[in-house]
Structure formats: structure tokens, C-alpha cells
């Protein structure tokens, strides 16, 4: 499996793209910015991107989707709860920084739906709590985790459509329950282990 970590955007958001070994086709996960900084990596890499994947939809997660999508005709993912985020410059937090960075899905997401590219099966996990519509990507022994679980942290819940208990819900009954050779990788910081986590994560 190939993954390859971007630090993209003014937050540091982190930007993967996940390929087979096989093949070379490639998802895009959270492409928060720096749009040619993500298209020179799939270049170098020699990958075509089928899908641009969503793990939540606030800005510093989605700016280049439209970019990403038109130069490369992927198309554009998200839970079917924070879909209109996409589209709502308050709601996906650009307009806090007065700009209007809008884009739009193609496809909704829902709990437990298996994405298919090249020999790859990645399996959608609704974990809300940071938003209402925020997803983890589990394929194998690894999870893209967005802004539900970093090392040593948790996404924040004061932010519109946060809720504390209902993160720590997801991550408790949907995370920790994987096991500990898991490997997270946080939508910023650096990656992790669910075994890590569950031992030394003071949120938990």
C-alpha cells in the first residue's frame, strides 16, 4: 500500500494520498490547500486520482477539492451530513477568514460503505463529534482518522455542529474497539497507534 503524507494549508492540515501497489489509481484524502503541491506529488508518483475523500467539511480539509477535481476529474466525496457544508461558506468556516471557498460533492457517504479503488477496500466509519458528519477511512490495518483522534489529542467540539460526548462516543465505540497494531493517521500531527492511544491519550 502506498501512502504519502502532505502538510498543506495555513492550519498544517494533513493531505494523503493513498494508492495500491498494484495500480495507480490513488485517493486524495483531505486536500486542504496547495493544490499544486498535491498534483506534483501525484506526478511524481505517477497517479491518477478516482476520488477526493472528505473526512469532514471545514475549510482547512476541502480548500483545493474544486482545483483538485477539475484537474484531474476525481470526483468529490463526503458524508451525506456534512454535504452542505461544502457549499456554505460559514458552515465550512472560510467565511471566519473572510473568503467564500465553496466546492460540492458528487457523491454522499454513509456509515459502513465500502470505497473500491484498484485492489483497495476503504471502509467508511461515521464518527461524529467534531462535525456532524464526520468520517474515519479504515482500509486494512490503517485508519485516516480526519479531526476525530490525533496522537495524544481530540479533535475540538466548539465549533458549529461539535459535540464532546457524542466524539468521545465515536471514538470509544468505534476506534478503540480496532486493534492496537492500528494505525491512525490524524488529519494534522503526526500518526499514532489505537494501542497508543488507549493508553496514553488524556482525552480517553
Known sequence: ?????????????????????EGKEAVVIDPGGDAELILNALRENCLLPT???????????????????KATSAKILIHR??????????ANLSGWFNQEITSSADELLENGQIIEVSNL??????????TRGGICLKVKDKVFTGDTLFASGIGRTDLPGGDYKTLLDS?????????????????????????QERKENPFL
Open 1 to 21: 500500500m502506498f501512502i504519502k503524507r502532505l502538510v498543506v494549508g495555513e492550519l498544517g492540515a494533513n493531505c494523503y494520498l493513498l494508492a495500491s501497489e
Open 51 to 69: 476520488y477526493i475523500i472528505n473526512t469532514h467539511g471545514h475549510v482547512d480539509h476541502t480548500l483545493a477539492n474544486s482545483s483538485l477535481a
Open 81 to 90: 451530513e456534512d454535504a452542505k457544508m461544502l457549499s456554505d461558506p460559514e
Open 121 to 130: 477496500k476503504i471502509e467508511v466509519i461515521h464518527t461524529p463529534g467534531h
Open 171 to 195: 471514538i470509544r465505540q468505534k476506534l478503540l474497539t480496532l486493534p492496537d497494531e492500528t494505525i491512525i493517521y490524524p488529519g494534522h500531527g503526526e500518526s499514532s497507534t489505537i494501542g
